[in-house]
């Protein structure tokens, strides 16, 4: 029996997606698969020998982690303004009518997709260096939800959107959690609920508002050719 292309399987491949990941997290909880169970991988000490919680050793990690970021960006700046760019616009908004033209939508997507599970690679690389700890609690499902939010939040259909999201987001965790924990979740799902009816376009799109000034009224100068002398 032949496969569905994934252009054909359409939302259904985000259910399957989260389900595979919702079991590997139900399976790394398991002691016997040598993860460590419920506390998962600890005791993070080195990184090419030096120690990770050497202020420089950390130091550094900030700066490797900004300059990355930094690079992601312009990777996908590259790959938004290309031809490849435009052909996942394509897909996104009139799938049927690429496939028509004679493009194969599922290996557009299929390509973006392993693009941003490298960048996710990176993130998540950069996440344990720095934390010291990764458990199986971050193949939760709610982790997913939580990066849709930051992209809400920052401006759909924008790089810097997201960027501007994700730390916006993680600060308000930050506190909101020092200060009354057991309320963050309520928090994250009334803030997502008030980006989309209020501010459908995110922060960048609010920026985007202010910054544009209304036209100029520019009043066309009339020559007086009668006073003109000779």
Not at 13 to 27: E, F, G, K
Not at 105 to 126: D, R
Request: net charge neutral.
């Amino acid at each position: 029996m032949a496969c569905l292309p994934l252009a054909r399987v359409g939302g259904v491949l985000s259910i399957i997606t989260q389900a595979l990941t919702y079991a590997l997290m139900l399976a790394f909880f398991q002691n016997g698969l040598g993860f460590g169970g419920n506390n998962g991988l600890t005791d993070f000490k080195d990184i090419l020998g030096a120690d990770l919680h050497a202020p420089l050793t950390r130091a550094v990690l900030l700066l490797v982690t900004g300059l990355l970021l930094a690079a992601s960006l312009l990777a996908a700046r590259f790959v938004v303004g290309s031809r490849f760019g435009n052909l996942l616009v394509a897909v996104r908004d009139a799938e049927s009518r690429t496939r028509f033209l004679g493009y194969r939508p599922e290996q557009a997507k299929l390509l973006v997709w392993v693009f941003s599970g490298m960048i996710a690679g990176l993130g998540g690389a950069l996440y344990v260096t720095q934390v010291g700890i990764i458990n199986p609690g971050e193949f939760a499902p709610a982790n997913s939800i939580e990066s849709v939010i930051w992209v809400a939040v920052g401006g759909r259909g924008t790089l810097c959107g997201a960027v501007l999201g994700a730390i916006l987001v993680n600060l308000g965790k930050t506190l909101f959690t020092a200060w009354l924990p057991e309320f963050w979740l309520y928090g994250l799902g009334v803030l997502f609920i008030g980006t989309t009816l209020f501010l459908p376009n995110g922060l960048m799109g609010l920026w985007r508002h202010v910054r544009k000034a209304p036209p100029e009224e520019v009043t066309p100068e009339v020559a007086d050719t009668q006073g003109e002398e000779a």
